[in-house]
T-cell receptor, first 114, second 113 residues
Framework: DTAVSQTPKYLVTQMGNDKSIKCEQN?????MYWYKQDSKKFLKIMFS???????INETVPNRFSPKSPDKAHLNLHINSLELGDSAVYFC?????????????FGSGTRLTVV | AQTVTQSQPEMSVQEAETVTLSCTYDTSESDYYLFWYKQPPSRQMILVIRQEAYKQQNATENRFSVNFQKAAKSFSLKISDSQLGDAAMYFC??????????FGKGTKLTVNP
């Protein structure tokens, strides 16, 4: 059983399109995250949800919209894709009151915008 | 804002030898957690080891251990008896009260047979 699963693993799309990445966790965690890893491997947080409530919203273009239908799911929708959006996007989860726990990451979605 | 610095973009080690990866961080918080993550070519992020700042004892996990120097804000990772499977990107990360995991830029470790 995969703890944090993301779909799709690879996504190739044209500029201007709209796409979504889905994430599900079966760990019972109450907090979920989206991270972006750029071409230089730098990981930066984009969003975080705790029990369906947005708690972290970094400086991200408003073309990116997270949606959390329940605490086990956090999806990322991207409108009007640009070349610079090409990256690996990681979903992760953690339990808020268990501060010593690190995050559990999904396997990432490699997005390529052409 | 907290920052994490990994000053070694790349490191290499001979199989069976020991290597130390450096990490420093900047924070004004007194209670926080530090982590090392491994990212092999498969790109999966794997938690290697964690350290609570209030614990003076350095964390160890089999061949992996840390040297945590709180006053110096230093958190290095030592890999003993290096194996070919240890080759990966290693990321140091900080988590304070904001729930946000802040990463360093990573160190690429090569293990030579």
């Amino acid at each position: 059983d995969t703890a944090v699963s993301q779909t799709p693993k690879y996504l190739v799309t044209q500029m201007g399109n709209d796409k979504s990445i889905k994430c599900e966790q079966n760990l019972g965690h109450d907090t979920m995250y989206w991270y972006k890893q750029d071409s230089k491997k730098f990981l930066k947080i984009m969003f975080s949800y705790n029990n369906k409530e947005l708690i972290i919203n970094e400086t991200v273009p408003n073309r990116f919209s997270p949606k959390s239908p329940d605490k086990a799911h956090l999806n990322l929708h991207i409108n009007s894709l640009e070349l610079g959006d090409s990256a690996v996007y990681f979903c992760a989860s953690s339990q808020h009151d268990r501060g010593q726990g690190g995050y559990t990451f999904g396997s990432g979605t490699r997005l390529t915008v052409v | 804002a907290q920052t994490v610095t990994q000053s070694q973009p790349e490191m290499s080690v001979q199989e069976a030898e020991t290597v130390t990866l450096s990490c420093t961080y900047d924070t004004s918080e007194s209670d926080y957690y530090l982590f090392w993550y491994k990212q092999p070519p498969s790109r999966q992020m794997i938690l290697v080891i964690r350290q609570e700042a209030y614990k003076q004892q350095n964390a160890t996990e089999n061949r992996f251990s840390v040297n945590f120097q709180k006053a110096a804000k230093s958190f290095s990772l030592k890999i003993s008896d290096s194996q070919l499977g240890d080759a990966a990107m290693y990321f140091c990360a900080y988590k304070g009260g904001s729930e946000k995991l802040v990463f360093g830029k990573g160190t690429k470790l090569t293990v030579n047979p």
